[in-house]
């Protein structure tokens, strides 16, 4: 079973072993997992931008991972394709297995996944940051979603 605390223990071993290629090793791991995710999801995902978040809301809950959110995609008002768009995640099971002892966000792996599951689904290229974090003090973890127009 994976809980908090063997997230912890994997993530900190991975972070202690790796020095600064930690955060970018995460969000690779979880890049192609969301890639595969986003993907296998692709035929079920059939319309408007506002399936592709309830795709990963669904998703996300069903995982135990916590509650995705972005009103810009619930109403379409932002496309994907062109802006920057935001999602929160509530819950974070991977912000709550550790503290920030930087305060910075640190949920890494979340950024790829949102980015690959995004990729497997819409077919582009999307690249994901986190802005806020559970793990360092927010309410929430944010991430910012965008197109990489330089591919």
Known sequence: MINERFWNRIRTELMDLTKEAGP???????????????????????????MTIRFLENYGLLAGWGRFESPELENDEKPLTTKPVTVRLYNNFFAHASE??????????????????????????????????????????????TPNQSL
Do not use: M, R, W
């Open 24 to 50: 970018l090793i995460l969000y690779q791991l979880g890049l192609s997992y969301g890639l595969e995710v986003g993907t296998q999801g692709k035929d079920i995902v059939k319309g408007p931008t506002t």
């Open 100 to 145: 920030s002892t930087t305060g910075n966000p640190s949920c890494f792996f979340v950024s790829g996944v949102i980015a690959g599951v995004l990729n497997g689904i819409l077919g582009g290229h999307y690249n994901c940051l986190e802005s806020q974090c559970v793990a360092a003090g927010s309410k929430y973890c944010e991430f910012v979603v």
